[in-house]
Nanobody
Framework: QVQLVESGGGLVQPGGSLRLSCAASGSIFSINVMGWYRQAPGKQRELVAAITSGGSTNYADSVKGRFTISRDNAKNTVYLQMNSLKPEDTAVYYC????????????????WGPGTQVTVSS
């Protein structure tokens, strides 16, 4: 079993910055992709950014140039640096670990964190 623990959410003014962290713990041999999703009230959950174990990244168009995702494979931790925040970035942000294996030849599993609230408001 794998647990994801997010931190770093909170209230920030428009134009401000926040850094989210997500640490995965438990029986982990490898994690293929780690990412951040968000869900605003009344909207579907959407991908914000993702990063592979090799460092390839993917961003939603709405955050390109403002958000940066990074990863520490040794610590099974993913980060999301969010700059120039806008009110429309307000949402619950969820960490995702995709294709996680507990052993080299084990099955793949997908895990989610409980979410952390990000509110951008003056």
């Amino acid at each position: 079993q794998v647990q994801l623990v997010e931190s770093g959410g909170g209230l920030v003014q428009p134009g401000g910055s926040l850094r989210l962290s997500c640490a995965a713990s438990g029986s982990i041999f490898s994690i293929n992709v780690m990412g951040w999703y968000r869900q605003a009230p009344g909207k579907q959950r959407e991908l914000v950014a993702a990063i592979t174990s090799g460092g390839s990244t993917n961003y939603a168009d709405s955050v390109k140039g403002r958000f940066t995702i990074s990863r520490d494979n040794a610590k099974n931790t993913v980060y999301l640096q969010m700059n120039s925040l806008k009110p429309e970035d307000t949402a619950v942000y969820y960490c995702n670990a995709d294709k996680v294996r507990a052993t080299r030849w084990g099955n793949y599993y997908d895990y989610w964190g409980p979410g952390t609230q990000v509110t951008v408001s003056s």
